[in-house]
């Protein structure tokens, strides 16, 4: 029988890719249904290509103006009530959750209460929200498969292997565009937005740049994988082929190595436990030549350094780290606030900011606002 996938961000990279999976494999998997902010233009090619049941744009005009468009072909439901609708009472097998930021939090956590396969792309719920998306999966008997590949690729190094043999993860980092610059001063949306090995978001790309991306997936390891902070390892690797590695207690290593492509994590996703044939790459080490690694400069990228020390004060302050980095990327992607700034921006709510340190999930969500809030009103 088919699996039934839905997918939370159609429109950006991960969904897509999910799609581009999906279509090589029609015998195996099938669309239920689909969600977009406001790109109704490529949801109606994917409503045509891939039939789904029920499609879900939050933007309320764009979704009136696709009813009119696709005439019935399926249910167009809108706003963030509709992404909840959807995960809540849909009939899918699989949830791809690859919404950006904390709006992947509460349709994700409507998954894991209907016990669905997570196939995790939204690194965010479970940095705003770890400890109780990971007592929801235990409470519903939810499995959390993830898509980042550098998640991905510890979850495969970990088949097999008993977790209290593990010494520390080493999760790889590209770098992004600015490892080699000297100063992050005076840097353009253009040359953020440049990055070197990866096709991404916006804002998961300047979040490469910062590497805030990287901070956030360090929380996120935590989470996924029940480790403290000082066995999370990162390392700077510019040709992005390991996509992470474990060290076990007698010093070996495994690392999980490819060419740059996220339908490989995605694919594994979907298939788990199975493997599938595919020829998404050709791996050629050959023509790759050489593969470096380096420490990464805390000080330079302030953001790396301030996802360790939330991991440290726990409670709503990853909340606060979130929310600060998404309103401040938003900000430089308008032009508003320099590049340099975006650390600052985020250390100045940490700092002005309450923490709760039990907080609930209802806590979570007013922190997100509040913190969101204040930022706007610090730097309008």
Not at 77 to 102: A, C, M, P, Q, R
Request: net charge negative; charged share 25%.
């Amino acid at each position: 029988m088919k699996k039934r996938v839905c997918i939370l961000g159609s429109s950006g990279s991960i969904g897509v890719n999910t799609l581009r999976v999906i279509s090589t494999f029609r015998d195996l998997f099938e669309v239920d249904s689909l969600t977009v902010n406001s790109n109704i233009d490529l949801l109606e090619k994917q409503i045509d290509e891939f039939n789904p049941k029920t499609v879900v744009v939050k933007n309320e005009k764009k979704a009136d103006l696709l009813r009119a468009k696709i005439n019935g072909r399926c249910d167009v439901l809108s706003g963030e009530e509709g992404l909840v609708e959807l995960t809540k009472n849909n009939d899918y097998d699989i949830l791809v959750s690859s919404l950006v930021g904390f709006a992947g939090l509460a349709p994700t956590i409507e998954g894991i209460k209907r016990k669905k396969r997570i196939a995790l792309a939204n690194k965010e719920t479970l940095v705003v929200a770890g400890e109780l998306i990971k007592k929801l999966c235990i409470k519903y008997g939810t499995e959390i498969i993830p898509v980042d590949s550098e998640h991905s690729a510890i979850y495969q190094c970990l088949v097999g292997e008993d977790v209290k043999n593990i010494k520390k993860l080493i999760l790889t980092a590209s770098g992004g565009p600015f490892f080699e610059r000297e100063s992050l001063d005076n840097i353009t949306v253009d040359e953020a937005l440049n990055h070197p090995n990866w096709k991404m978001g916006n804002k998961v790309t300047i979040d490469s740049a910062t590497m805030m991306n990287k901070g956030l997936e360090v929380i996120e390891a935590h989470w996924l994988f029940d480790l403290p902070k000082d066995k999370i390892d990162v390392i700077v690797h510019p040709q992005s082929i390991i996509h992470s590695m474990v060290e076990f207690n007698d010093r070996s290593i495994k690392a999980q190595l490819s060419i740059p492509d996220m339908k490989l994590p995605i694919q594994y996703a979907l298939s788990y436990p199975d493997r599938y044939e595919s020829n998404f790459v050709d791996n050629d080490f050959p023509s790759i030549g050489k593969l470096t690694f380096y420490e990464p400069d805390k000080t330079k990228f302030r953001c790396l350094g301030l996802a360790y020390e939330v991991m440290e004060h726990g409670g709503t302050s990853p909340c606060i780290l979130n929310a600060a980095n998404e309103i401040a990327v938003d900000k430089f992607l308008h032009g508003k606030i320099e590049f340099k700034e975006i650390p600052k921006i985020i250390e100045h709510a940490l700092n002005n900011i309450k923490n709760n340190s039990e907080p609930d999930l209802e806590t979570i969500f007013d922190c997100d606002f509040q913190t969101r809030e204040y930022v706007n009103k610090v730097y309008n």
